[in-house]
């Protein structure tokens, strides 16, 4: 199945779930995001994704077992685009030893993570992965990395 929707496009695996999303103006009102213009955001992950999750996988992650893998694709504000944070130029290749549980949201016993901010087409992004269990990381990014490979990104 293909996702299309907001300059994001994605193949999404047999077996994968997945969504393109903005928070609505009232969440954001609420503390989630700082302004009424929310970016979207990108979620895909190789099992089931829970109705109601944070931007960044709350919700998602602790439902993970060893063998899953959550994306997140979160946009920023197009003048982060320009800032050393987002420097990097182009959706990043992820790499098994990118991942450690300290890059987790939140440490869940096994969980690793990875997060890439990079530019693209004027856009701003931070890339965030959860993995299932770190100790499977060589197993589980080759299949990440082809999901990886079907997204594009384009101006809005």
């Known amino acids: 199945m293909r996702m299309n929707s907001e300059g994001i496009d994605v193949e999404v695996p047999q077996g994968w779930d997945g969504e393109i999303f ?17 970016r979207p955001v990108l979620h895909m992950a190789n099992f089931a994704l829970p109705p109601t999750r944070g931007d ?9 077992r060893s063998e899953n893998v959550l994306v997140v ?26 991942f450690s549980p300290s890059s987790m949201q939140r440490p869940i016993d096994g969980q690793s993570g990875a997060q890439y901010f990079f530019n693209l087409e004027g856009r701003a992004f931070c890339l965030y992965i959860a993995l299932g269990s770190h100790a499977r990381r060589n197993q ?17």
């Open 140 to 156: 589980l990014v080759p299949e990440l990395n082809q999901v990886l490979r079907t997204l594009r990104l384009s101006s809005r």
């Open 22 to 38: 903005r928070r609505n103006p009232r969440a954001a009102r609420s503390g989630e995001r700082d302004s009424e213009d929310t």
């Open 73 to 98: 694709l979160f946009e920023y504000e197009p003048q982060a685009a320009g800032t050393a944070l987002f420097s990097s130029t182009g959706v990043p290749q992820v790499n098994p030893q990118d």
């Open 56 to 64: 960044f996988g709350s919700g998602a992650v602790e439902l993970m």
